[in-house]
């Protein structure tokens, strides 16, 4: 089996220049359609250190990763490294695994192996996690169900149609559950 990671980690928060590409990276992804970040003259250098002064655009403060993990490996496959300013909220979440999901689908991936999203505590990821794979149970036709539903204490909420399944670091729900 496979499972898709999600965890932020740190970055430093700078503008880094791209020369291949000719272009400035760095930016978080939720506001970088506010600028190009091509280098075409000097003028787009003065409107991306506008754009930074104004506030409508960030340098990433955190990098958001996604990848694969195989159970019978201990590598890590990435598929998305997203700068991020924090700011984001459920919805652009949402948008990451949906990017991750159509990613993993056109690969052909998910008609190899099942798929399950493993995250830690951050409610950001949780609540969009929630809304996206948790909103239906297992059918009972499903051969998912006949290996899970003998399994005590397993989730069975899963994803219309393509049966993802959401897990969360248990320290990090025991955690939450003591603080209630």
């Not at 928060?13 to 990276?25: D, F, G, S």
């Not at 999203?117 to 948790?134: E, I």
């Amino acid at each position: 089996g496979v499972s898709l990671l999600i965890d932020e980690t740190a970055c430093e928060e700078a503008a880094v220049y791209m020369m291949k590409a000719n272009c400035v990276a760095g930016f978080c992804w939720l506001h970088m359609h506010h600028i190009d970040p091509a280098l075409n003259n000097y003028q787009f250098t003065l409107n991306i250190t506008a754009s930074l002064k104004e506030g409508t655009v960030h340098l990433g403060k955190e990098l958001t990763v996604c990848g694969a993990h195989i159970f019978s490996e201990d590598r890590f496959y990435p598929l998305l490294v997203a700068p991020t300013c924090k700011q984001g909220d459920t919805s652009d979440m949402e948008h990451i695994f949906k990017t991750v999901m159509d990613a993993w689908h056109i690969m052909g991936a998910d008609s190899k192996v099942g798929r399950s999203f493993a995250t830690d505590g951050d409610s950001t990821r949780r609540k969009g996690g929630h809304k996206l794979f948790m909103s239906l149970k297992i059918p009972i036709t499903s051969p998912l169900y006949g290996i899970l539903s003998n399994m005590p204490g397993i989730n069975l909420l899963t994803s219309p149609g393509n049966l993802v399944t959401l897990d969360f670091d248990y320290k990090h729900v025991f955690k939450s559950k003591s603080v209630v």
